[in-house]
């Protein structure tokens, strides 16, 4: 079975520092990757996704991620966070045969001044 | 293109009443997923559907809930009675078969 880790629950950074999110995954095959964003209120929103290929992905609102299977992560960076990435990020992981995502917990994003 | 559709937004209701929440998914889409969100367990998947077809019910609480789609652009997840530790945020999303998840934004349930 499928297993998604985000081992940071809460993190705070100052606008206009980097960022990174960590996630490991579990999965016996080669994995599809996801992140998703979800602000206040919101659904949840793709940021990024990993099906093959590059390993290192480029997804919307200047947000990256790069896959590496030696160590079963898919990181996700921002090089210079604004106040309104502010959000909670969640990590998913599925598979090319399969209808179903694994979802991490989440790791909550706080943007200070 | 108009994305995954859910109604209603806002629930407020009564310990013991009937709860029906719907959901319109993208056109195209084979998939439909039902999901709940809250502060102590996180986004946790009741049911999916393929081609209309309930395939994986295994998250789904309880008798008290139960999810239907009787048609490709429609389905409906039903809590009889309810009760307060329902209350949550219920997120509809579908896909493809290994595509991405497209969710909707929510119907925050209440249970006074």
């Known amino acids: 079975a499928q297993s998604v880790t985000q081992p940071d629950i809460h993190i705070t950074v100052s606008e206009g520092a980097s960022l990174e999110l960590r996630c490991n995954y579990s999965y016996g095959a080669t994995p599809y990757l996801f992140w998703y964003v979800q602000s206040p209120g919101q659904g949840l929103q793709l940021l990024l996704k990993?099906?093959?290929?590059?390993?290192l992905v480029q997804g919307i609102k200047g947000f990256e991620a790069e896959f590496k299977r030696s160590q079963s992560s898919f990181n996700l960076r921002k090089p210079s966070v604004h106040w309104s990435d502010a959000a909670e990020y969640f990590c998913?992981?599925?598979?090319?045969?399969?209808?179903?995502?694994?979802f991490g917990a989440g790791t909550t994003v706080t943007v200070r001044a | 293109d108009a994305g995954v559709i859910q109604s209603p937004r806002h629930e407020v209701t009564e310990m013991g009443q009937e709860v029906t929440l719907r959901c319109k998914p993208i056109?195209?889409?084979?998939?439909l997923f039902w999901y709940r969100q809250t502060m102590m367990r996180g986004l946790e998947l009741l049911i999916y559907f393929n081609n209309n077809v309930p395939i994986d019910d295994s998250g789904m609480p309880e008798d008290r809930f139960s999810a239907k789609m009787p048609n490709a652009s429609f389905s409906t997840l039903k809590i009889q009675p309810s009760e307060p530790r329902d209350s949550a945020v219920y997120f509809c999303a579908s896909s493809s078969l290994g595509g991405e998840l497209f969710f909707g934004e929510g119907s925050r349930l209440t249970v006074l």
């Open positions: 990993y099906f093959s290929g590059d390993t």
């Open positions: 998913a992981v599925g598979a090319a045969d399969d209808y179903k995502l694994s």
């Open positions: 056109s195209g889409h084979n998939s």
